[in-house]
Nanobody, 122 residues
Framework: QVQLVESGGRLVQAGGSLRVSCAAS????????MGWFRQAPGKEREFVAT???????DYADSVKGRFTISRNNAQNIVYLQMNSLKPEVTAVYFC????????????????WGQGTQVTVSS
């Protein structure tokens, strides 16, 4: 089992930056690929970014160049740095973990956090 706890979500103005974090506990964190997903009200959960244990990863086209996923395996934390924020990225942001290669598909992730709310005001 892997327990994931997101933090750092808050209200921020458009154009601003925010970093959300995901702290992992349980089994060996460095073995897991991690992902960030988001879900806005009335919409399906969608992929944001993903990274494996050695730093390979991918981003949704809508966030490329503005968002950066990173991880600290020694501290069992994964981050999502979000820059040039726009109101349309307002959502609950979820952290997820899976064994094996990184993925953009939520159904392949075994463990999920409870989410952290990110709200971008115009």
């Amino acid at each position: 089992q892997v327990q994931l706890v997101e933090s750092g979500g808050r209200l921020v103005q458009a154009g601003g930056s925010l970093r959300v974090s995901c702290a992992a506990s349980g089994r060996t964190f460095s073995r897991y690929s991690m992902g960030w997903f988001r879900q806005a009200p009335g919409k399906e959960r969608e992929f944001v970014a993903t990274m494996d244990w050695i730093g390979n990863g991918d981003y949704a086209d809508s966030v490329k160049g503005r968002f950066t996923i990173s991880r600290n395996n020694a501290q069992n934390i994964v981050y999502l740095q979000m820059n040039s924020l726009k109101p349309e990225v307002t959502a609950v942001y979820f952290c997820a973990a899976k064994e094996g290669p990184y993925s953009a598909l939520p159904r392949f992730f075994d463990f999920w956090g409870q989410g952290t709310q990110v709200t971008v005001s115009s």
